[in-house]
């Protein structure tokens, strides 16, 4: 299993980001998919999740801000966020579930990315 997330960077707030995690190695399709975030010195938070066929569910602090979607021909995740805010500065993470239960959890995801780095400036 291979996660590879991309297209975090320096925003002002207000602005926008979009990330985006390229997965290979396993079936992509058939699996729920989230993104989590941690700030320095803060547990794992997760942000968004998404199943195989589009339903969803956000963190509250997240929610009207941020879109998740996928396209399961390109095996690849996105996370579109706007209106940043300072609080969303932290390293993102996409990851796999490890089953059929979507959640935001931790602890129900199997397989984990290396991380993109997102920090929004004042």
């Known amino acids: 299993v291979r996660l590879v997330e991309s297209g975090g960077g320096l925003v002002q707030a207000g602005g926008s980001l979009r990330l985006s995690c390229a997965a290979s190695?396993?079936?992509?399709?058939?699996?729920?998919m989230a993104w989590f975030r941690q700030a320095p010195g803060k547990e794992r938070e997760g942000v968004a999740c998404i199943s195989p066929d589009g339903p969803i569910a956000y963190s509250d602090s997240v929610k009207g801000r941020f879109t998740i979607s996928r396209d399961n021909g390109l095996n690849t995740l996105y996370l579109q966020m706007d209106n940043l805010e300072e609080q969303d500065t932290g390293l993102y993470f996409c990851a796999k579930s490890g089953g059929p239960m979507y959640s935001l959890a931790h602890y129900s995801y199997d397989a984990w990315g290396q991380g993109t780095q997102v920090t929004v400036s004042s």
């Open positions: 190695g396993f079936p992509y399709g058939d699996n729920i």
